[in-house]
């Protein structure tokens, strides 16, 4: 179904050095432990929240469908009897929660994911037959409310917890907006007209061409770019 939607790739690269530095200080003075994912969604919100057309989808009468409340879709490294697994959560309004309460989210889905509806839904979904699965599938994107309350409004996915270095990942998505985060590495930057190392971000931004234009996705880009090199830790 995702090779059949016009999908476009964005493959872009954030400087985080000083994002990165910047929630390292903030937890140690705060004695807390904010991770960078909780920091991205808090940056991710505030750039939809520009622009609700970027996780807009169509209905079977092929109207357009926005949405208050931006739901992500994301997968998080369990561990269930001793064994790392991957396990999907949607975290709701991430657009209405600061970086301390997506933190938050996080890590009570990490302690309690196998209660997660989530969880238990895929458990069902996944032994049900593929014709079964991909009739669900047909249906759901033809209704945004089922989208929104069975596999959110955007996906991110992140391979850079699972390797170093730099590069990108090419997904196939169904959603209007997907952002892959791919590798970390260093490279040179230049600074007040200086070369200095700085630690770079591969992204890979999936945008659905039929439901957003190009012009509007890179003023998102953009917008997610400066919110996130900045370095702006929202505490709420």
């Not at 917008?223 to 830790?233: A, C, H, I, Q």
Request: charge should be positive.
């Amino acid at each position: 179904m995702g090779r059949q939607k016009h999908i476009v790739h964005g493959l872009v690269e954030f400087d985080i050095t000083r994002s990165r530095e910047t929630l390292r200080n903030h937890n140690q003075v705060m004695d807390e432990n904010l991770s960078f994912t909780a920091f991205f969604l808090n940056c991710l919100g505030k750039a939809v929240d520009t622009d609700r057309h970027i996780h807009a989808y169509r209905d079977w009468r092929n109207r357009l469908i926005l949405f208050d409340e931006l739901d992500v879709n994301m997968l998080f490294e369990v561990e269930i009897n001793g064994q790392k697994m991957i396990r999907p959560h949607i975290l709701r309004g991430v657009n209405r929660m600061n970086t301390r309460k997506i933190q938050t989210e996080i890590d009570a889905f990490k302690t309690g994911h196998m209660e997660s509806g989530e969880t238990k839904f895929i458990d069902w979904f996944v032994r049900l037959p593929g014709f079964i699965r991909r009739l669900f599938f047909t249906v759901l994107f033809k209704n945004p409310e089922m989208i929104k309350n069975y596999y959110g409004t955007v996906i991110v996915s992140s391979i850079s917890m699972f390797g170093s270095g730099s590069g990108w990942a090419i997904p196939v998505p169904n959603h209007t907006l997907q952002i892959t985060l791919g590798g970390v590495g260093e490279k040179p930057g230049v600074i007040n007209h200086r070369v200095e190392p700085r630690t770079m971000m591969s992204i890979t931004v999936s945008f659905d061409h039929d439901i957003v234009d190009g012009a509007p996705m890179a003023r998102f880009i953009q917008r997610l770019k400066k919110l996130v090199e900045m370095g702006y830790v929202d505490e709420g």
